[in-house]
């Protein structure tokens, strides 16, 4: 996917003039940046569900179609059970009940959250909750998977935890994946590169990192060289 | 426990209201001023015993339905049109403020120079009971979570499960606030309207009778009636949403599979 020369204001406010940016296909991207500098905006235009005021954006053939979309908070239905909540986002895609009840069992499964398939979101705490949207984002059949901060707010036992059972799910079937997050640490640990945002006109830094996901530590020597040049982009940005 | 315990303040409560009442009765010594708890439910028993008892509550009863209906069908609808389309709302905005401000008296008094006195209290309740629930209603679509909205078209939800897993749902506590108080309302709306235009039956008419004879046991018997038709209401309005959500409960879960 490629964002080419896009161009995007609110008003006066300039978010992208002119920007260019590149996500190999199949891979994370991790995207960090201050607040108001962007990150949920190039995601809704990755989305289509902002329309750019000049520049293109274009996606390669298996990035085309649907979309899954992992927002800050779970966004479940109140008075949908867990497992409705995940079968429903396969109801586009499937016309066979007895096939959708299967995945959506899977991704539940995986999350580890097959005791709790009858209980209602108010009964499930905040984590379970972004598990349930965890496992609705890849039981929808996408082809484009966006983050928008979707492990914000959570302790970080728990952070780790689902960070882990989304590197799991996604490891299973690739997908080109938008991470936007304000952590530079989640941001090493899921991306295959790292992009800040602060300038509307291009990436104040962008990181491909070389070692695989599994094996990244975030003691590693050269992960922390790269936290500390995030973290440098961030501060002056 | 809990349930007890509240049951049993309730109990207290409503002991000690009878007992105010006894004591009220006892200090005015007055059959005509404030009868005592033995005679008015003496009376009341009489009452029920008499055959025009049944035909006066089944009219007031189903004025009060009709209305409630009414009201539930046509404010659910232009509350539904005035959340969606603002000009609706700003077309019915001088209809219903005019309708929350007027005082139940005046539109009893006008609705009986035009209507027979058997329509009266139907209209007046309708009228009353309206801009209640139509409030409620265009709230809950106004306050529809617009996040969750945008969830159901980024993940393609069909427009039918938009609609019955998000949409109405999400509509649900609005209508039944505006429904209870709708219901409520119209009960104290129709019967005021019996006793101003003496319908043939009514609880109402009856109440009016009684008052024009002095009989004030037989006017707080029928109080006493119309009070149990308005609790017997809210309780049957409480019993079928409690069966109803019992009966979603059942249908989601015969919907998740079982997991060996």
């Known amino acids: 996917m490629r964002f080419v020369e896009i161009c995007k204001s609110y008003k006066e406010n300039r978010v992208f003039d002119h920007f260019s940016l ?43 179609g649907p979309i899954s979309y992992l927002f ?37 499964e995986l999350v580890g959250l097959t005791d709790s398939l009858a209980l209602y979101p108010s009964q499930l705490s905040g984590g379970m909750r972004q598990r349930v949207a965890i496992a609705r984002a890849f039981a929808h059949p996408c082809n484009l998977m966006l983050l928008d901060e979707p492990f914000q707010s959570l302790d970080i036992k728990l952070k780790y935890s689902l960070l882990e059972a989304f590197v799991s799910l996604w490891e299973e079937r690739k997908k080109t994946t938008l991470f936007v997050t304000h952590d530079p640490k989640e941001a090493i640990l899921l991306g295959d590169a790292v992009c800040c945002l602060g300038d509307p006109t291009k990436p104040l830094l962008y990181q491909q990192i070389n070692i695989p996901r599994k094996a990244r530590n975030v003691s590693d020597t050269s992960l922390l060289a790269l936290e500390a040049s995030l973290v440098d982009a961030l501060v002056n940005a | 426990m809990r349930l007890v315990k509240r049951n049993l303040i309730l109990l207290g409560s409503s002991l000690v209201l009878l007992l105010l009442w006894q004591l009220g009765a006892s200090l005015l010594d007055s059959q005509i001023l404030l009868p005592g708890l033995l005679p008015v439910f003496s009376t009341l028993l009489e009452l029920i015993e008499q055959p025009p008892f049944t035909i006066n509550v089944w009219y007031t009863v189903l004025r009060a339905l009709q209305s409630f209906i009414i009201i539930v069908i046509s404010a659910t609808l232009l509350g539904l049109l005035a959340g969606r389309f ?55 679509v106004l306050q529809i979570d617009a996040n969750l909205d945008e969830m159901c078209s980024l993940y393609d939800f069909p427009l039918q499960d938009r609609l019955f897993h998000f949409l109405i749902p999400s509509l649900v506590p609005s209508f039944l606030t505006g429904a209870r108080t709708a219901l409520s309302m119209v009960w104290k709306v129709v019967i005021a309207a019996e006793v101003l235009t003496v319908p043939r039956y009514g609880v109402g008419s009856r109440m009016q009778l009684s008052q024009i004879q002095l009989e004030t046991d037989k006017v707080l018997s029928w109080t006493l009636i119309a009070i149990l038709l308005t609790a017997l209401g809210d309780i049957l309005f409480e019993v ?16 998740v599979p079982c997991v060996s």
Not at chain 2, 240 to 255: E, G, I, M, N, T
């Open chain 1, 22 to 64: 590149d996500i190999v296909c199949n891979t994370i991207l991790s995207v960090v940046g201050p607040s108001g500098m962007g990150k949920t905006t190039l995601l809704k235009i990755a989305a289509n569900v902002l329309e750019l005021d000049a520049g293109e954006l274009i996606k390669e053939d298996s990035e085309q």
């Open chain 1, 72 to 108: 800050q908070e779970p966004r479940l239905l109140p008075f949908s059970t867990v497992f409705s909540n995940v079968e429903l986002a396969l109801r586009s895609s499937s016309q066979n009940r007895k096939e959708r009840d299967e995945l959506a069992l899977h991704y539940l």
């Open chain 2, 86 to 140: 603002s000009f609706v709302s700003l077309a019915l905005k001088p209809f219903v403020t005019t309708l929350k401000a007027i005082p139940v008296m005046s539109v009893i008094l006008l609705a009986f120079i035009w209507f027979s006195s058997g329509t009266v209290p139907l209209f007046s309740a309708f009228l009353m009971g309206f801009p209640v629930m139509y409030v409620q209603i265009e709230m809950g």
């Open chain 2, 240 to 255: 079928l949403v409690f069966f109803l959500a019992k009966l979603k409960q059942l249908h989601d879960s015969r919907r």
